[in-house]
């Protein structure tokens, strides 16, 4: 690349430290300023809109968190080290952070994103620590870059950004769909329960499976036929399978055709940290067929026939509401960690419509469906080949027109 400069990761950033004001001032929350953690962000999207919590203007006043701007970007440095995102408005963050903001003259922020994201192995491979691992501001200053002149960097930014935004809309509709299909459940199945409709154990009418017991060592590269784990961080907070998780692959063996999943097979969550529950509970309908292996610690669930419910989509929609979330992980064992046995998720509590009010809403729900899986197919396309031109594009292998 002509005209860039040799330096390190942390010489064209400006990191920004985090904090949490005191939980035991109720004054300090529940404000108007957003305020994250890793849960808001840890999606693999790049654009972070909400958070869980917020916190008041004494909140920020009276603690160590800072506030970052919209455009800035935000990392996670401690336990989950390398979820990233770029902030949609202003927010404040925790101390397991660090906030990115760009230097004026030298470095241009959207292209800090992408440059940080190529970074991620790297900056994963040195974070060190005991019982969590950390990345430092140090870590930052061993990672070596070609920085190129700022035009190069706009124009590098925005040819990512346009597969980015892309799937930035892909996944707002795929909200849109998956909340009109949650209302239409809601008052069908909800608001309009009669006299005639049954209320069924989980057990009776799914068969209920936990993963198989996969060593890390057994994890190898992916090549051709190889399956993907499917593991807990595929998941996502408040349910559904997450973008672009980290993905660990087999080889196809006979031993594991029990464990292999088909689109439309729900899997849950059944472990989570018992100081920070963020997934346990919360279920995910699979996109693919024969494409994963369930790892331990999550369940399949898969409906024995159609005479209850007259698809899995029904099913999910239940599994996927908070109510139902939160009971089952009220009956979670707890520990270090906070776990659900198939037997407490056997004994969850099921909607089941009669067969004629199924019918009616089940065109609609199918629609909604149809059009998420489309929409699904169209990200993971995009996602390829942004993660494709990434490499190619930051060491200069590919390179834009200015």
Known sequence: ????????????????????????????????????????????????????KSITQKGLENSSTKLLNEGDVIIS?????????VLKKKMAFNQSCYGIKNIPDISYCDYLYYLTKDSI?????????????????????????????????????GVLS??????????????????????????????????????AKLGDICEIQNGYAFKSSAYQEYQPGFLEVLKMGHIQPGGGLRSDPKRDYVPMDIKLKRWILNKDDIVLA????????????????????QTYV????????????????????????????KDFIAELQ?????????????????????????YDVQVKASEGIVCFFNQFDLNTQQIRTFFRLRDTLLPKLMSGEVRVKL
């Open 1 to 52: 690349m002509s005209e860039c400069k040799e330096c390190k990761l942390g010489d064209v950033m400006e990191l920004v430290g985090g904090g949490t004001p005191k939980t035991t001032v109720s004054e300090y929350w529940n404000g108007s300023i957003p305020w994250l953690s890793v849960v808001d962000f840890n999606t693999g999207n790049k654009y972070v809109y909400n958070t869980a």
């Open 77 to 85: 440095a401690r336990g989950t080290v390398g979820a990233l995102a």
């Open 121 to 157: 192995n790297n900056l994963q491979q040195i974070a060190h620590g005991g019982v969590f691992d950390t990345i430092t501001r140090e870590t930052f200053n061993q990672i070596e870059i070609l920085l190129p002149p700022l035009p190069e960097q706009r124009a590098i930014a």
């Open 162 to 199: 346009s597969l980015d935004d892309k799937i930035d809309l892909l996944h707002r509709q795929n909200k849109t769909l998956e909340g009109m299909a949650e209302a239409l459940w809601q008052k069908m199945f909800v608001e309009e329960a009669g006299a005639r409709w049954l209320i």
């Open 270 to 289: 059944m472990t989570d940290m018992k100081d920070n529950v963020v997934i346990l509970g919360n279920p995910a309908l699979i996109d693919k067929d």
């Open 294 to 321: 369930l790892n331990q610690r999550v369940a399949k669930i898969v409906l024995k026939d159609k005479s209850k419910l007259l698809n899995p989509y029904m099913l999910y929609l239940q599994m996927k509401d």
């Open 330 to 354: 009220s009956k979670a064992n707890s520990g270090v960690q906070v776990n659900l046995t198939t037997e407490a998720i056997k004994g969850s509590d099921i909607i089941v419509p009669p």
